[in-house]
Nanobody
């Protein structure tokens, strides 16, 4: 049983920062990519950022320069540092990992609300 547990969401004022974490546990084949997605109310889930095992990163244009994804392979954990948050960043943020055998695993999500 593979579990992804996200943490770090909450309420923050515009311009503020949050750091999300996602810890992977259980019987999982070697992890390849790790990433963050988000889904705002009434919208489709979208990619925020992904990072390969080797550290190559990809970001959505809307978060470039404000968000930073990183990972700790020894801890099977991925992080998302979010700075200069905007109300449009409000969403449920989901962690996803892809194992080297092609299996995808999702977390249950953590809510980020940016509001004054």
């Amino acid at each position: 049983q593979v579990q992804l547990v996200e943490s770090g969401g909450g309420l923050v004022q515009p311009g503020g920062s949050l750091r999300l974490s996602c810890a992977v546990s259980g019987s999982i084949f070697s992890i390849n990519t790790m990433g963050w997605y988000r889904q705002a109310p009434g919208k489709q889930r979208e990619l925020v950022a992904i990072i390969t095992r080797g550290g190559t990163t990809t970001y959505a244009d809307s978060v470039k320069g404000r968000f930073t994804i990183s990972r700790d392979n020894a801890k099977n954990t991925v992080y998302l540092q979010m700075n200069s948050l905007k109300p449009k960043d409000t969403a449920v943020y989901y962690c996803k990992v892809r194992a080297t055998n092609g299996m995808d695993y999702w977390g249950k999500g953590t809510l980020v609300t940016v509001s004054s």
